[in-house]
């Protein structure tokens, strides 16, 4: 057995005082918390960490590994200034792949870009014409393809829309822009292309261990879908579950009751560090797409008001089957359309007897009034990303107008509601630093003040808030795991900014 001793332990939701600075552990589980003298005892072996701060290990609740593995080992263009820097690094990274071999990018953002707009297959043909290119915008609902990219999933001027996505045209015919579930058509042809290797999702999760992360609600897709280059990332996962230093808890992006359970299965027999957590869903797009399903058009395009992507007879009966398979429900909605329609269903699902624990909705960026109380009635957890809100600063108003931005990332409404939230980055979409995340959820950029948390709700949102998202016990808990973090600062009494140097 063995004592973790240090100034202080620091537990958002108070289980201990600010006196407790100890926590017992025998067989990787927490005994007993409290003041080192009241632990103390013969034979029991203390590990000591003077000027440090305990805290509970902190919880991604909602976090696409492969893909950050992914990001790790290739091509990231979130910094790119202009369409003459993204020639330049496109090309660069041609150079070093083998002929033919397709051409991915990541965290294209036409929100930085001088041109402020997103490159069409002209332009990318222009660089690279000797292999099929697909850029992913940052946000992971729109990507650029070029012409050989097109060709490869037999796109051309007569392909129609498909269901819950779509293709940008001109005179010509699709200019290469794909949204939703249109990404699909130039993904799939180019499934596993881009398949991430076993050691290189533990390096990436091992970087996470470094932050402090000790669990993730991990979104992972069965080798199809709009990241099929990634390859089938249960697969890679269940791989890699012997040697992962962190806790990956999997939601499974399936289309089919038959993907669902062969992936649940693969999962439970991986190791104690994979787990089947439930199956995730989509009702919308993104804001920085334009995507977004919203009740009213945007302010800066009233022409469209995104697309609802929910269809509550399908995607109700794969959340029922997950529920029977022990597992959750993670539903994506970030506009206010989307979050009713999420709403809906899960109001559905819980008059059929799901446990309303069990019901997430991911992202809730925009939502109604009114829906902030059905949240709280409902019981159902609102997994959110305070890191949007540093990288949406410039344009979000604009996209949601002066009517809409009081009730945009509405962390305070939503709790002062008595919504569970669950803190988390949707990393890569965002990088995966927790403590910038909690530093963002206190000062929000400057945006919307009113909606802040304090350090104390901003820590206990990526900890219990993120445990309970996941089905993990309340950190430090008798019996819980001992899933602990030493840091030289109290994240619960310090400044944002001095949150964000955490080390």
């Known amino acids: ?102 051409l991915i990018g990541v965290r294209l953002d036409d929100e930085t870009l001088a041109e402020r707009r997103l490159p069409t297959r002209h332009d990318l043909d222009a660089w690279v014409s000797d292999r099929p290119v697909v850029l992913h915008r940052y946000c992971g609902h729109i990507a650029v393809a070029n012409t050989a990219a097109l060709k490869a999933g037999g796109i051309d001027a007569s392909t129609v829309d498909p269901e819950g996505g779509s293709l940008d045209r001109d005179e010509e015919g ?10 699909e058509l130039v993904a799939m042809p180019l499934a596993g292309s881009n398949r ?43 791989e890699a579950a012997r040697d992962l230093p962190i806790k990956l808890h999997c939601f499974v992006i399936a289309n089919t009751f038959g993907d669902l359970h062969e992936a649940a299965g693969m999962l439970g027999a991986a190791g104690a560090r994979v787990s089947f957590a439930g199956v995730k869903r ?21 022409e469209t008001s995104g697309l609802l992507r929910l269809d509550p007879e399908a995607d109700g009966a794969l959340a029922r089957a997950a529920i029977d398979l022990g597992g959750r429900v993670a539903v994506h909605a970030i506009g206010d359309c989307a979050v009713g329609a999420s709403l809906d269903l899960c ?22 009034e009114s829906d902030i109380d059905r949240f709280s009635r409902l019981g159902v957890t609102a997994v959110v990303q305070p890191a949007f809100i540093g990288s949406e600063t410039e344009w979000l108003e604009a996209r949601v107008g002066p009517d809409r ?21 949707d990393c890569p979409v965002e990088p995966p630093d927790p403590w910038a995340g909690m530093a ?9 003040p009113e909606q802040s948390l304090t350090g104390t709700e901003a820590l206990g949102m990526f900890t219990a808030g993120s445990a309970s998202a996941i089905g993990l016990a309340p950190p430090l808990s008798t019996g819980s795991a001992a899933d602990l973090v030493v840091i030289d600062r109290d994240p619960t009494s310090v400044t944002p900014d001095e949150v964000r140097q955490t080390q």
Not at 216 to 238: F, T
Not at 282 to 302: I, K, V
Not at 440 to 448: F, H, K, Q, T
Request: aromatic content about 4%; proline content about 5%.
């Open 1 to 102: 057995m063995t004592g973790l001793v240090a100034p202080r332990l620091v537990i958002a939701d108070d289980v201990v005082g600010q006196d407790g600075n100890a926590v017992e552990i025998a067989g990787g589980s927490v005994l007993r918390v409290g003041p080192v003298e009241e632990l103390r005892r013969p034979g029991l072996s203390e590990e000591r960490y003077p000027g440090g701060v305990i805290v509970p290990g902190i919880v991604d609740a909602h976090f696409h590994p492969v893909a950050y593995a992914s990001l790790l080992n290739g091509l990231s263009l979130k910094t790119a200034a202009d369409f003459a820097d993204l020639q330049r690094r496109i090309q660069n990274r041609a150079a070093g792949l083998d002929q033919g071999r397709p």
């Open 174 to 183: 699709p200019t290469g822009v794909v949204r939703e579930t249109a990404i």
């Open 196 to 238: 991430v290797e076993q050691t290189q999702l533990v390096d990436a999760m091992t970087a996470l261990a470094g932050l402090g992360i000790t669990s993730i609600g991990a979104i992972v897709g069965i080798g199809d879908g709009p990241w099929a280059e990634l390859g089938n990332e249960v697969e890679i996962v269940a």
């Open 282 to 302: 989509f009702g919308d797009g993104s804001l920085g797409g334009h995507t977004a399903a919203m009740c009213l058009p945007f302010t800066d395009r009233p």
């Open 347 to 368: 109001e559905s699902l819980i008059a059929r007897g799901a446990e309303p624990s069990r019901l997430r909705i991911e992202h809730v960026s925009v939502i109604t």
């Open 405 to 425: 931005i009081g009730r945009t990332y509405a962390f305070r409404s939503l709790l002062d509601a008595g919504v569970a939230l669950a803190g988390s980055s």
């Open 440 to 448: 963002l959820a206190r000062d929000r950029a400057g945006l919307v």
